[in-house]
């Protein structure tokens, strides 16, 4: 009997202080680096931090940029997003030599965190919902971070940006995936999501993320989304379960057995609903021959797509 009391105090330990140091983690505790003073974006790479919302988190982000020295305001701008291990600095690393060739603002947000390898609901989610499951405001989105950075960068140097690219591989690919179907009111132009692990399907029958059920209804307009142009830039062969951390969880599974095969099945489900209610369907689907999991081949093949030295 002794035994069992205190096995009953330790759950409801266990119940209270979980949560408590959950709300105290994403609620109280300040997230993310220093902020930096506002300042005019230097020629060649350079970074800052900002506010990501003005929402209770007091979320901060770094940014990453690389501005060719021959960049004037209306030239390319291109978002480059990281993987899963948020390693920012190093995916513009590898659009450097791209940028400066044919004169493309590069801009790499750095959704830092220290439990990246557990927690995707910040960044490959878009934040949708905090890790405990509790939907977050549409400011909160981390679609409305990208937003906001652009209209930090117009701030401080007197810019106009009203369109950008953005390129993602891996959960790069994911949030570029899923802010195409759900940030209608974004200036995103073109996107290039390479070797998704995962994506939303447009049903709302399925559980975010792996579909549309219980997202914010205001934030679903599959006209809008359908009309990008979106590129599903696959590698031939991301075939392997092996390559990289993939989601194998059942409503994972249920996508397809690896990265190439869920690509190929979201497109197909994508292209049929919008034959289906008479929208306009610009997404296509691309297979990179001979590659797999390899990002800087993937950022190659989608230099080429972009086209910006043409």
């Not at 209270?16 to 959950?22: E, G, I, S």
Request: hydrophobic residues 40%; aromatic residues 10%.
């Amino acid at each position: 009997m002794k035994l069992v009391k205190i096995a009953l105090i330790a759950l409801a330990v266990v119940v209270v202080a979980l949560p408590t140091a959950a709300y105290v983690s994403l609620y109280v505790l300040p997230k993310g680096p220093e902020m930096t003073a506002p300042s005019a974006t230097p020629e060649g790479k350079a970074s800052f931090v900002m506010r990501a919302h003005d929402g209770p988190q007091r979320r901060t982000i770094r940014v990453w940029t690389f501005r060719p020295s021959n960049w004037r305001d209306g030239g390319n701008v291109l978002f480059v997003m990281h993987g899963m291990s948020r390693n920012a600095e190093q995916y513009l690393d590898m659009w450097v030599d791209t940028a400066e060739r044919d004169n493309v603002l590069l801009i790499a947000p750095e959704f830092d965190s220290p439990f990246y390898r557990y927690v995707t609901n910040d960044y490959q989610d878009g934040n949708l919902f905090t890790a405990l499951g509790f939907a977050n405001p549409q400011s909160e989105w981390a679609y409305t971070t990208i937003e906001r950075i652009v209209d930090a960068l117009n701030n401080r140097n007197g810019w106009s940006i009203t369109g950008y690219d953005m390129f993602g591989h891996s959960a790069g690919g994911q949030f570029v995936q899923k802010m195409a179907m759900l940030a209608p009111d974004s200036r995103l132009r073109t996107g290039i999501a390479a070797n998704p692990g995962v994506y939303v399907f447009p049903d709302s029958e399925i559980d975010f993320p792996y579909g549309l059920g219980g997202v914010d209804p205001s934030a679903i307009d599959l006209a809008t989304a359908f009309s990008r142009r979106v590129v599903l830039l696959l590698g031939e062969n991301d075939a392997d379960a092996n390559q990289g951390v993939l989601d194998e969880s059942p409503p994972a599974m249920r996508q397809g057995p690896h990265r190439l095969a869920r690509g190929r099945n979201f497109y197909a489900a994508a292209s049929s609903l919008a034959q289906e209610r008479g929208l306009p369907f610009e997404w296509r689907l691309q297979v990179v021959p001979g590659v797999g999991h390899e990002n800087q081949k993937m950022a190659n093949a989608a230099a080429e797509l972009l086209g910006y030295g043409e």
